[in-house]
């Protein structure tokens, strides 16, 4: 069987042995001028590449129902920047980024890396380099071949493959690993590896897939931060693929969430937090989540009046003159912006909406933070408070809500913000 049959039959069964975006090299390498391989090697300082997607449909055809992974996807990702692609397992991640390679094929849609539509371009051809989730390291080659493998397919000269490995594993600190094979290598280092093999070639665009989660937590949070650090020197445009809002949320210049193979929203960690463009993104990304009640806008006087159950809070006169369309409607609140109203700040902080009694349903303490939950009649809110918080299960406290922190979204299947 040839390596390209071998290879093909990888990527159908999604358990690749190597990395594609390398192993789709093995059939074509050969062919390559060899001016062009200096061309594409020649170290590159300041080259950037914006990656383009315009109206990207993936649907797969199974035998009796059609997936729609991905649909009509617009995304930008700018020279230089790092996008976190985000959302819940199945909504599209993974095919997006393969559409990006050069792994899948859109059904419909344009890619454009640099301004050149590439949807006809072979993955070698897109200069783009791919981490899988599960590594995908070749396991007979110690940590130099592995990382070597990539110039080697470009007939790259042994001083310069030996040159650039060296400054690489340096980068990643695997200079003392390199003569060992993966199987000796602890999840961490192994993970290192697959971004020195990555990068070490300089490519225009990184793209990541879920690389961290297979590790335990801090040394997710310490490769995290090496990442991003390594991103920043590079300044290699990236796109970084994760299900968790965290991460997503610390890594990315911008962050996109999707959900369903829809984009949902797109902008700076910190527009998505303070105005989630929908009640999907409210509910996604923050934790504990967003609060979220279902409930009635109505009329009173000149300003108007959101009631859920037997609770009323006023709202205030439109503000950034968009008005509170009357009827059904979802208010969001988060944790931290619940409070619970003692005799000293009630009259005080006039931030504060009253909404009543409530009662302690359970109290939760995170080391840095106390979540507690509490039941307003037949609905439970979270509030988020200092971990030195006395509050006990049963309690009765009355509760209030900071307004200046308050969302509104419709109550329809859109979900979408209306203030
Ligand atoms: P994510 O990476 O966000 O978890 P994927 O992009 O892997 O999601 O998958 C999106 C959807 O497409 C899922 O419903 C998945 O089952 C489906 N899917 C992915 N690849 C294939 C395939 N080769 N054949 C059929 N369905 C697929
Ligand atoms: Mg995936």
Known sequence: ??????????????????????????????????????????????????????????????????????????????????????????????????????????????????????????PK????????????????MTVYQNIAFPLRMRKLPKVEIQRRVSETADRMGLALLLDRKPAALSGGEKQRTAVARAIVRSPKVFLLDEPLSNLDAPLRVELRSEIKRLQR????????????????????????????????????????????????????????????????????????EFQFGKRRLPISKPTNGIRMPVGPAVFGIRPQNVRFQTTENSRQDRGLIDVGEGIVRLVE??????????????????????????LRENDRIQVAFDTTHVHFFRADESGERVS
């Open 1 to 122: 069987m040839t390596a390209a049959n071998l290879l093909f039959r990888a990527l159908q069964s999604h358990s690749f042995s190597v990395n594609p975006v390398d192993g789709v090299e093995i059939e074509d390498y050969g062919k390559l001028a060899p001016n062009a391989v200096h061309h594409l090697f020649s170290h590159r300082k300041n080259i950037l590449a914006s990656v383009a997607l315009e109206h990207i449909e993936r649907v797969f055809k199974e035998r009796k129902r059609q997936v729609h992974a991905v649909r009509d996807l617009c995304l930008h990702v700018n020279d230089g920047e790092l996008l976190t692609l985000v959302g819940p397992s199945g909504c599209g991640k993974t095919t997006t980024l393969r559409v990006i390679a050069g792994l899948d094929e859109p059904s419909a849609g344009t890619i454009r890396i640099e301004d050149r539509v590439v949807n006809r371009v072979l």
């Open 125 to 140: 051809d897109r200069d783009v380099a791919m981490v899988f989730q599960n590594y995908a390291l070749y396991p007979h």
């Open 233 to 304: 020197s590079l300044k290699t445009t990236t796109v970084y693929v994760t299900h968790d809002q965290e991460e997503a949320m610390t890594l990315g210049d911008r962050i996109a969430v999707m959900r369903e193979g829809v984009l949902q929203q797109c902008g700076s960690p910190l527009e998505v937090y303070n105005r989630p463009a929908n009640r999907f993104v409210a509910g996604f990304i923050g934790t504990p989540a967003m609060n979220l009640i279902a409930g009635t806008i109505v009329e009173a006087g000149d300003a108007g």
């Open 365 to 390: 303490t995170t080391g840095d933070a106390t979540n507690v939950r509490i039941n307003l009649d037949d609905r439970e809110i979270i509030a988020r408070t200092t971990p030195s918080c006395e």
